[in-house]
C-alpha cells in the first residue's frame, strides 16, 4: 500500500524568505502523481503544484517549485520568497492511476506559518 | 465560474438523525469522490463514482451511502449518523478522460455528531 509522510508537523519561516517542506512516499508503482495541496484557515484545498513520476524535470509555478527524487521517494516543496498569504496547512499526496478510482493519498500535512 | 460547492458548510446533528451532504459540479466532471479529513489521520476516501450509475467504496465506506443519478450531484447520505463520524467533509471532482485531470475541491462540511 502506498503511504505518504511529511516529517515536519509544524514550521515558520520570515516573511520574504525560503522554506522546503518535506515529503516522502512509499510505493512500488512507476508511474504515479504528485501533488501539493494548500489548506489555509478556510479550509478550502488548493493545488499548489504537481509532478508527473514519468518527468525528470521538477516542476514549477511561480514562487513554488519542488524537488522530485524519484529513486529515493522525495518530494519536496520549496516556497521563495514567502508572503503572509503563505500561512497555511500543506499537505503532500500521491496519486496513481488504478483503474477507475483517481484516489489521493495524503500525508498529515505541515503547518507553515509566514511571520511578518 | 467552475467549482464544486457542498452544503451544508456546517451541521451539527443528533445520533441516528439521517442526513444528506449535498454536492454538486458545474464543469461537467465524470470522476467524483468523498474525502473525510480528521486529525492524526489525515484525509482518507469514503465513496467515489466514475460516471452516472457507477460508484465504488473507497477506504471508510462504513456507515456512508452515496448516489449518482445525475452527472453533477454526488449526494453522501449517512442514515444513522454516530459520533465518530464528526468530521471535516469534502468533495471532489475531475474530467476522466486521460491520465491526469486536476481534481477540484469543494469548501468543506464541517459535521458534528452529538
Known amino acids: 500500500a502506498q503511504t505518504v509522510t511529511q516529517s515536519q508537523p509544524e514550521m515558520s519561516v520570515q516573511e520574504a524568505e525560503t522554506v522546503t517542506l518535506s515529503c516522502t512516499y512509499d510505493t512500488s508503482e512507476n508511474n504515479y502523481y504528485l501533488f501539493w495541496y494548500k489548506q489555509p484557515p478556510s479550509r478550502q484545498m488548493i493545488l499548489v503544484i504537481r509532478?508527473?513520476?514519468?518527468k525528470q524535470q521538477n516542476a514549477t509555478e511561480n514562487r513554488f517549485s519542488v524537488n522530485f527524487q524519484k529513486a529515493a521517494k522525495s518530494f519536496s516543496l520549496k516556497i521563495s520568497d514567502s508572503q503572509l498569504g503563505d500561512t497555511a496547512m500543506y499537505f503532500c499526496a500521491f496519486m496513481r492511476y488504478a483503474g477507475n478510482n483517481r484516489k489521493l493519498i495524503w500525508g498529515l500535512g505541515t503547518s507553515l506559518a509566514v511571520n511578518p | 465560474e467552475a467549482q464544486v460547492t457542498q452544503n451544508p458548510r456546517y451541521l451539527i446533528t443528533v445520533t441516528g438523525k439521517k442526513l444528506t451532504v449535498t454536492c454538486s459540479q458545474n464543469m461537467n466532471h465524470e470522476y467524483m469522490s468523498w474525502y473525510r479529513q480528521d486529525p492524526g489521520l489525515g484525509l482518507r476516501q469514503i465513496y467515489y463514482?466514475?460516471?452516472?450509475?457507477?460508484?465504488d467504496k473507497g477506504d471508510v465506506p462504513e456507515g456512508y451511502k452515496v448516489s449518482r443519478k445525475e452527472k453533477r450531484n454526488f449526494p453522501l447520505i449517512l442514515e444513522s449518523p454516530s459520533p465518530n463520524q464528526t468530521s471535516l467533509y469534502f468533495c471532489a471532482s475531475s474530467s476522466a478522460g486521460g491520465s491526469y485531470n486536476e481534481q477540484f475541491f469543494g469548501p468543506g462540511t464541517r459535521l458534528t455528531v452529538l
Open positions: 463514482s466514475m460516471n452516472v450509475e457507477v460508484t
Open positions: 509532478q508527473e513520476a514519468y
